[in-house]
């Protein structure tokens, strides 16, 4: 007996009020690989797909940084206003993140780089 009071914490939370993002994450509610486990810390801008992108991530083993910064690499959202991030050259798509999940490997991230150089303004005409 007891069943539903020894949910994990985990359960709990799927069970709540909160649409269940992190196991549309992970098809067929497998556990999931803990693919970014070894990886730098991930950066998600403000944006409305942050909090599932966030999920995602530390549902497969990753950390999610508060602020951007060099050794943390960041994740854009399509669509997102870059206008607001520090010029960097440690961005990529969230196209990355997703594909990353999809084939449960760190997948190679140069066709997703999000070109934003350092310091970069358009040449004067």
Known sequence: GG???????????AAGAAPPAAASAVPGGAVPVRIFASY????VPECKE??????????HGGK????PAE??????PEGADLS????MDNAVSASW??????EQRIVEMRAFAVLRLR?????AP
């Not at 999610?64 to 602020?67: G, Q």
């Not at 050794?71 to 854009?76: A, E």
């Not at 607001?84 to 010029?87: C, E, F, I, Q, T």
Request: glycine content about 4%; aromatic content about 2%; proline content about 6%.
């Open 3 to 13: 069943g539903v009071m020894r949910m994990r914490p985990a359960a709990v939370a």
């Open 40 to 43: 730098a810390e991930m950066f």
């Open 50 to 59: 942050r909090r599932r992108l966030a999920e995602m991530i530390e549902a």
């Open 64 to 67: 999610v940084a508060d602020v």
């Open 71 to 76: 050794d943390v690499l960041v994740i854009v």
């Open 84 to 87: 607001r991030l520090p010029a």
């Open 97 to 102: 993140l997703h594909r990353c999940v999809a």
């Open 119 to 123: 310091g970069a303004r358009p040449a």
